[in-house]
């Protein structure tokens, strides 16, 4: 069964701050993986994109990361501000061409001053 | 939010009642979709459409009925069959090229 699981599940960190955010897939084969976020009331709003063949790609503070071997995402925010408290959802994308999207459960960013 | 307008912003559903959620898009995107979000859960996929007059179930489509009469516009009617509908609804479409997709900004229905 296709499934992306996000960890942890909430976090509070201070601002100034960095923190990871981890996304486990079981989606394969898959076009791509998007990180989405969603503030609070409000539809989710892209991030980062990366297909299957790419590594890392960069938004300005943050930095997502794929590992297609052990199907694992990251998503690095650094200098956390206060405007990053949201949800961030980890999205895959499968080749299967019904353009059904898997979704994550999605991690709570509070960031605290 | 991407050029799609979602309505109303809060909704509330008396027992027994049908009641429509409006989505319009500007984006000149085929594809549309229906979400279901609840807390603590990935968003579930209620209904799509790849093109006008077509449209397809997803995985809890039970409850829900949709059309597509028009390219902008992708409305979604919960209907008293829907014993659990208070939820936050998300509309979405999606262009030509690399799937991404953009959001509304939502509907949260309450039952009363």
């Known amino acids: 069964k296709n499934q992306v699981e996000q960890s942890p599940q909430s976090l509070i960190i201070l601002e100034g701050k960095n923190c990871t955010l981890q996304?486990?897939?079981?989606?394969?084969?898959?076009?791509?993986l998007r990180w989405y976020k969603q503030d609070t009331g409000r539809g989710p709003v892209s991030l980062t994109i990366?297909?299957?063949?790419?590594n890392t790609k960069s938004n300005g503070r943050y930095t997502a990361t794929l590992d297609a071997d052990t199907k694992q995402s990251s998503l690095h925010i650094t200098a956390s501000q206060l405007s990053d408290s949201a949800s961030y959802i980890c999205v895959v994308t499968p080749t299967s061409g019904t353009y059904k999207y898997i979704f994550g459960t999605g991690t709570r960013l509070k960031v605290l001053a | 939010d991407g050029g799609i307008t979602q309505s109303p912003k809060y909704l509330f559903r008396k027992e027994g009642q049908n009641v429509t959620l409006s989505c319009e898009q500007n984006?000149?995107?085929?594809?549309m979709y229906w979400y279901r979000q609840d807390p603590g859960q990935g968003l579930r996929l209620i209904y799509y459409s790849q093109i006008v007059n077509d449209f397809q179930k997803g995985d809890i489509a039970e409850g829900y009925s949709v059309s597509r009469e028009k390219k902008e516009s992708f409305p979604l009617t919960v209907t008293s069959a829907q014993k659990n509908p208070t939820a936050f609804y998300l509309c979405a479409s999606r262009g030509h090229t690399n799937e991404k997709l953009f959001f509304g900004s939502g509907t949260q229905l309450s039952v009363l």
């Open positions: 990366m297909t299957f063949s790419e």
């Open positions: 984006l000149n995107h085929d594809a």
């Open positions: 996304c486990n897939y079981t989606v394969s084969p898959f076009s791509n």
